[in-house]
């Protein structure tokens, strides 16, 4: 099932952003921006997080969580062993609202906005991991260009 596969991309983005938050040498430079280069590494992290524990694990699987979108953006120097934690967290939200989907649970209308178009939750799913892969490899290039 399409669950199977998505968990597993899930997981292998997430641990690759665990990954990559870990290679930076220099921790401080999670956080670094430039003149051109508006959002840090930490922020994207942060966005990442937030966006899958709000549209998967509160959304689909009522989770509780209460995202504070602005936060993801203006939050500074949170430390690298609590990004990783967030991260961490996230795979075992995702993985867990994720196994427990239906075939029909898939195919069910996902509205995210007022007059937006509507999808399928199966199709939100897959753009939701595209945008995961998007920003990881945005922080990819942040590292090696700032990092070095």
Known sequence: MLTDTLIKLYTRDLKALKKE????TDERKLWLVTKDISNSAGNLCL????NLN????ETIGN???VRQRD??????DVPREDLIK???DTIVVVS?????????DLQKEYKRRVFEDTMTTEYFLVHLVMHLSYHLGQINYH?????S
């Open 143 to 147: 590292r090696r260009l700032l990092d």
């Open 86 to 88: 967030q991260v961490d």
């Open 71 to 76: 936060l993801e953006f203006s939050l500074k």
């Open 63 to 65: 989770s509780g969580y």
């Open 54 to 57: 709000h549209f998967i694990g």
């Open 47 to 50: 966005h990442i997080v937030g």
């Open 96 to 104: 867990r609202v994720l196994k427990d989907l239906t075939e029909s």
């Open 21 to 24: 938050v870990n290679a930076y």
